[in-house]
């Protein structure tokens, strides 16, 4: 069964430093998201990505975040300068087309120091 | 932000029905009502989705109100590894989807 794969499992980075956390969704998909969950909170949405740019961004997705689909596979998202506070999972999602469920990637926990 | 109201917390006997109610009283009509789950910090799980016809697949039946303004989650025998925090989600026209608190579900011998 094909799913969404997430690179790496944990990333642990100093405050002010950049970090890209790297998804492969499923292929064929259309339509992908990041979320981030913060320990022990909800399950937060950041960006939809559809056809080659932004759809939709939530108030968190400042410009600190950046989202790219380098090469037709990947969909990265890159933090230029981390804070204390992005610590927290970061889940991709992949969707095949509109309405359709959302597939969800085992997470990447970034811890900032 | 979410549309959904959900209870924060639920138990259920291994091997009985859990009943997960979700209360949506500010749908529009073309949304669609979605249930996933999240078990310990994996990544959410989607279990099944609806328009205004109940719906059952292998993992669940959902069962929505004829106003539309509510529905209820079915799992018809819950197991120990059913155990983890449900949500319920209206998907909005622009195809986002916003996560409530959910309900955790704990499933006991």
């Known amino acids: 069964e094909p799913e969404v794969t997430q690179t790496p499992s944990h990333q642990v980075t100093q405050m002010g430093q950049e970090v890209i956390l790297r998804c492969v969704p499923i292929?064929?998909?259309?339509?992908f998201y990041w979320y981030r969950q913060i320990l022990g909170q909800k399950v937060e949405f950041l960006v939809s990505?559809?056809?080659?740019?932004?759809?939709?961004k939530s108030e968190i997705f400042d410009d600190q975040f950046s989202v790219e689909r380098p090469d037709g596979s990947n969909f990265t998202l890159k933090i230029r300068s981390t804070k204390l506070e992005d610590s927290a999972m970061y889940f991709c999602?992949?969707?095949?087309?509109?309405?359709?469920?959302?597939?969800f990637g085992p997470g990447t926990r970034l811890t900032v120091l | 932000d979410a549309k959904t109201t959900q209870p924060p917390s639920m138990d259920c006997a291994e091997g009985r029905a859990a009943n997960l109610p979700c209360n949506h009283s500010?749908?529009?009509?073309?949304?669609?009502v979605y249930w996933y789950r999240q078990i310990h910090s994996q990544g959410p799980q989607y279990i099944i989705h609806?328009?205004?016809n109940n719906e059952t697949n292998e993992m669940a039946s959902l069962i929505i109100t004829e106003d539309r303004k509510s529905s209820t989650l079915i799992l018809p025998h819950a197991t120990l590894r059913d155990t983890a925090v449900y949500y319920c989600?209206?998907?909005?026209?622009?195809?986002?989807?916003?996560f409530g608190a959910g309900t955790r579900l704990t499933v006991k011998p």
């Open positions: 292929s064929n998909h259309l339509y």
């Open positions: 999602a992949s969707q095949g087309q509109t309405y359709n469920e959302q597939f």
């Open positions: 500010t749908i529009s009509g073309n949304e669609y």
């Open positions: 989600i209206v998907r909005d026209n622009n195809n986002d989807m916003r």
């Open positions: 990505f559809y056809n080659n740019e932004i759809s939709e």
């Open positions: 609806g328009l205004k």
